[in-house]
């Protein structure tokens, strides 16, 4: 089976190595080079390919160094905002990344050419993975910095739709933030009021959020449910569009 090595950066930051062999790895949004290089030869890897979701300096600090010290190639979306890359992707794109394909998901909302990688299932693994960079947080979503609501709606539409066990693996740990937020807004809920607590439990005993899951998100991502009758009664909009509440959830979330 496959292995997914998670490694935090800048305090809040995660990267990803996808070890798909004995020896070999790509790396998900390397914002920092050291702690990669550092990671791969603790555990005898060699960094084959890294992908990019964004192009912000978070996710893409480290690109230009382990591309000069290991080969690897470099995959996003934006030829011009992301340093060094090789191969640029669109929507629907089919990586293989060994015997997987990788599927390339276009997520305009946080900026105009974020992007998500959906590993497909395949025989020694019965679960896909999704890598999402700033578009879908655990309990949250990004920020809306070169879109509006409608875009970023129909792009966490999209990634709702993928089979409900597939692994959810985010660009940041906001986690208790974003329970909190929807614990505020939902103060009744105790399936939110749950999950906080479980949420500051794990970060307790030192434990990492990630992953989670579609399914997961579904039901309890808050901006994933802006389209449900208790959503809607929660912010005063029972006859709004979900897409009008999700755009209040968003404005809300940006001065929590």
């Not at 290089?37 to 382990?66: K, P």
Request: proline fraction near 4%.
């Amino acid at each position: 089976m496959d292995s997914i090595i998670t490694i935090s950066a800048h305090g809040d930051n995660f990267i990803y190595l996808y070890r798909y062999n004995q020896s070999d790895a790509l790396a998900v949004d390397p914002s920092e080079s050291s702690l990669v290089l550092r990671t791969l030869q603790e555990h005898g890897l060699s960094l084959r390919t890294i992908l990019i979701t964004h192009h912000h300096w978070d996710h893409v600090a480290g690109t230009a160094d382990l591309k000069q010290k290991t080969g690897c190639k470099i995959i996003g979306a934006d030829k011009r905002r992301i340093p060094g890359i090789d191969l640029v992707v669109e929507d629907g794109r089919i990586l293989m990344i060994a015997d997987r394909k990788v599927r390339v998901i276009a997520t305009p909302g946080h900026t105009r050419t974020s992007v998500c990688y959906y590993m497909e299932p395949s025989a020694g693994n019965k679960n896909g993975i999704l890598w999402t960079g700033d578009t879908l947080f655990i309990g949250g979503c990004g920020r809306l910095l070169e879109c509006d609501a409608n875009t970023m709606w129909k792009s966490l539409q999209r990634l709702a739709s993928l089979p409900e066990d597939t692994l959810v693996y985010c660009g940041h740990d906001y986690t208790l933030e974003n329970y909190e937020f929807a614990s505020d807004i939902e103060p009744g809920n105790q399936d939110v009021k749950e999950r906080l607590d479980q949420i500051r439990q794990i970060l307790r005993q030192g434990r990492l959020t990630v992953p989670s899951s579609i399914l997961k998100e579904r039901t309890m991502n808050c901006f994933l449910r802006a389209g449900t009758p208790e959503m809607k009664a929660a912010l005063g909009m029972p006859a709004a569009k979900a897409v009008e509440v999700f755009a209040e959830l968003r404005r809300r979330k940006d001065v929590f």
